[in-house]
Structures are given as C-alpha cells and as structure tokens.
C-alpha cells in the first residue's frame, strides 16, 4: 500500500531506483499502464502542456496566470467558473480578469436552483441559519450549466468540500481549483498543516476522532 507522504527518500524525483525504499509504490506496483495512458494523444497535450506552464512560469506567475496560461496554450476559448455565493465577489473578479484577457467567460453559482436543503433530508436544525428557507448548494446544477454551454475548461472558485467533488464528477470539460474554500484561514487550507504541531495541534489531532 502507498504511503509517500511518509517517504524521506525521494528517489522517484531524481530517478534514483537503486535507492527505492522496499514499500515504494514504483516496487510494489507495476505502474506500465499509466505511461500507456498518456500515450493518448489527448492526455499527452495536456500533461506536456501542464509541464510546460509549470516550468515557464515557475516562481513567477501566479495561480491565475498559470490557469489562463494553461487554457490558452490548449486552445481553449470558453472557460466556465463554478463560484461558491460566499465568493462571488471573487467570482466576479475572475471573470473580468478572464475577458479581459479575450476568454469567453459563462458562469454559475452554487445556490442556482433554489432547491430548498429539505429536498436532501436537511432538517432546520441542520441548516446554517436555522428557521428559514436555505438553498442547498448544486454542483451538479452548476456542472449542467457549464456543461450546455460547452466550456472547454472549468475552474472551481471555493466550492465546499464533497460539493467539488461532485462538481468534478458531473463536468464534462477538464476541471481545476483555483480557490479551495476554507473560512477560518482566509481560503488558504494549508495554512492549518503549517500550524498543525502548534496552535491547531488538538483540532487537528483529537477533534475529529471517531467516538
């Protein structure tokens, strides 16, 4: 089983396999059919493209520059911005961004649709705001959206966490997270794992245990 989170070796970076660890998936795991995989030429472009970006911009270009570079560098004309409503200011900022650089731009909020949190078994007391109406969130919604207006490339703007996921699932075009939603840390999560050995040690390490 994986665990290269746990590695200290990293002979996998600089191809070093006479340095693999005997757990290392590259030993335990014949991993042939995945270069197969990218053999379409698809899957190719888009990786080749991938590195490319990465290594033009590196250190340099910002998370919006490279999505745009991205897109672009594919051919992409229609890109598609999935927003949560509590970032539609940012949602809003990136579609300006976006046509300014001459993308066309549709986009779609998550609330879309109205469907009352009762629909899915949410009892008022589960809400957010407990005695009133609450529009469930709809990334499936927002994916049908996207996906009939035939972006070629959708970006996700803090959608919440399992809602991306089926964001992901539904869309027909390529997908990639621009901002992951985290409230309390300003939408940066891994601002949790730097403070995880300190301040953030029991939320992290005993709160969410199973009882």
């Known amino acids: 089983m994986s665990d290269c989170a746990e590695c200290k070796v990293y002979a996998c970076v600089m191809a070093r396999r006479e340095a693999l660890p005997d757990n290392c998936p590259m030993v335990t795991t014949d991993l042939t059919d995945t270069r197969e995989i990218y053999a379409d030429a ?14 033009t911009g590196y250190v340099r270009w910002t998370r919006v ?4 570079e991205f897109a672009r560098r594919l051919g992409f004309k229609k890109l598609g911005i999935a927003f949560c409503a509590g970032l539609r200011e ?39 705001r ?9 990334p499936i919604g927002q994916a049908r959206l996207l996906n009939d207006a035939g972006t070629d490339l959708n970006i996700m703007v803090g ?16 997908v990639t997270c621009l901002v992951a939603k985290d409230r309390v840390m300003g939408h940066n999560p891994v601002a ?17 245990r199973p009882k």
Do not use: Q, W
């Not at 472009?45 to 590195?51: L, M, P, Y």
């Not at 520059?65 to 745009?68: G, K, R, S, W």
């Not at 407990?130 to 709809?138: D, I, K, L, S, V």
């Open 159 to 174: 959608l919440c966490v399992g809602h991306d996921s089926l964001f992901i699932k539904y869309s027909d075009a390529l």
């Open 42 to 55: 698809k899957n190719r472009e888009i990786a080749r493209v991938s590195a490319i970006v990465e290594a």
């Open 65 to 68: 520059e490279e999505t745009m």
């Open 90 to 128: 940012e949602g809003r900022l990136l579609e300006r961004v976006l046509k300014s650089n001459g993308f066309e731009v549709v986009s779609a909020m998550c609330k879309t649709g109205a469907i009352p949190k009762e629909e899915i078994g949410i009892a008022d007391s589960e809400k957010v």
């Open 192 to 208: 949790a794992l730097y403070t995880s050995l300190g301040y953030y040690r029991k939320a992290l390490y005993e709160n969410h």
């Open 130 to 138: 407990p005695g009133g109406f609450e529009a469930m969130c709809n």
